[in-house]
């Protein structure tokens, strides 16, 4: 889920400077607008110790009129909280309707360090992240905007900060700070949980790149700007309206192209392989594979493949790799096209429940439920609010499949814009490839960067531990199938022998 923040978006002192008044201005204005509104604000400001989260609540407090603003920073309950059910402290700190609340920590706080210090289960922590979205829920449906941003930092980043807070800025120091970060990768994983499950449509939660500063504070402030705008701009004043996540968002600072960079653009794609090499690995997997799926088999086992990509990628001939390795009676391919009429008339994800494998038993998808954030959303077939709470549903979606014991591997097949052109000319003049171009695919290539940012979006929500996404890097074809039989073989073999 975090990879998305770890791509290296930045804004130079000089940009920052430049954009800041104009974004200030608008705040301010935003504000006025808020207090002859039936709504309030909270902004729930979290993340990785070492983030500058407090530095994010000092600039919050320069560019509003804090008039209207008041920052509850919750740390150590007092003895009067600890004698009341614990929400008690938050509700006693709700802004009154036009007013601003900046909470520093909030009631995701105290669960998670329960957690990754384990004075709670992962039950009990899933029971307080159910009262928090019932909370969340009654405060929106009252006409509260909640923006929730959480600051990210990577392990090396988080540990030279440290070092370098132990030498200046002692005095804004946390005393928790290097027991936390010595739990980096505990937190992570708790905190991966918190965000998935408690990101809604009309909460959702904004995750942002906090290495460089300028950066972090621009898209602080453009985030907040967008939602309230949205808010107003909503033609019914107690709808709260969604807006796009962290990267969508962000696509409007224009200063720098680094901002704009997402989690695809860490892929190398310059990674091939021989003629010789291809085939001697691709023999060798295959063979496994075919063992493996055969261990499935005895072991009752199911496994779910989906294959999601650009157009042109390659995911039809890799998924044929996949498929030459296994016996025809243990696997089924499902192609997702547009949904029929009797699709359309049920939930989404109906017809995909309907093609889980039984025990023992393959099923492979060649494009899945992730269109409905893909092409549903750039092409305008599902609304704003459709497909933001569609992250938490697909989510719980794959956490049921787990539960059950099903494998699930997930594929991105990532291919420059560059070959994607060269295949396509190469489609159009090859009399067995042409019917694989048609008038929608080049429609589709003219939207490739709100695509980018779909997927950026797409991993940064639903690439979680147990359900990680694999970025394959397809320039090259038969690096490409290799890496994915290497993906499904090692998933099998390690859940297999757990």
Known sequence: ?????????????????????ELHHSLLSLQQKLRRSDHSLII???????AG?????????????????????????????????????????????????????SWYTRPIVDAAFGNISEAELDQELARIR???????????????????????????????????????????????????????KICERALRLTDGGTTPWHIIEATNYHYRDFATGKIIASRLESVFNSDESQQVATVSNTDSVLDAIEPQESAKITVLDRVDLTQSLTES???????????????????????????????????????????????????????RVIPIAAPTDEEKGH?????????????GRFTMYDRSWYGRVLVERVEGFASADEWQRSYAEINSFEEQLLDHGIILCKFWVHISKDEQLRRFKEREIDPRKKHKITDEDWRNREK?????????????????????WTLVAGNDKKFARIQILETVSSQLEMLLED
């Open 347 to 359: 939930h989404y994800l109906w017809r995909f429940w309907r093609h889980i494998p039984r025990a």
């Open 448 to 468: 490739w960067d709100d695509y980018k940012i779909a997927v950026n979006d797409m991993i940064a929500h639903t690439s979680t531990s147990r359900a990680p």
């Open 277 to 331: 090499d291809y085939s001697e690995r691709l023999s060798e997997l295959q063979k496994k594979l075919h063992g493996l799926a055969w261990l499935m088999n005895e072991k009752k086992r199911n496994a779910v493949l989906l294959f999601e990509g650009w157009d042109a990628a390659g995911k039809g001939s890799a998924l044929r790799r996949v498929t030459a390795a296994i016996d025809a009676r243990l696997y």
């Open 44 to 50: 729930i400001v979290s993340g990785v110790e070492g």
């Open 1 to 21: 889920m975090f990879e998305a923040a770890e791509v290296g978006r930045k804004l130079s002192k000089k940009e920052f400077n430049a954009a800041e008044p």
């Open 134 to 188: 019932d909370l969340e829920r009654a405060l929106t449906a009252d006409g509260v905007i909640i923006v929730k941003l959480w600051f990210h930092l990577p392990k090396s980043e988080q540990k030279e900060r440290l070092e370098q807070d132990a030498k200046i800025n002692k005095f804004k120091k946390s005393p928790v700070l290097e027991d936390f970060s010595k739990r980096y990768d505990q937190f992570a």
């Open 53 to 105: 989260k407090g530095e994010i609540v000092d600039r919050l407090n320069k560019w509003f009129d804090t008039r209207d603003v008041q920052t509850c920073a919750y740390w150590e309950q007092s003895e009067e909280e600890k004698q009341r059910p614990r929400m008690w402290r938050f509700w006693r700190d709700m802004p009154m309707r036009g007013n601003i609340s900046i909470m520093f920590g």
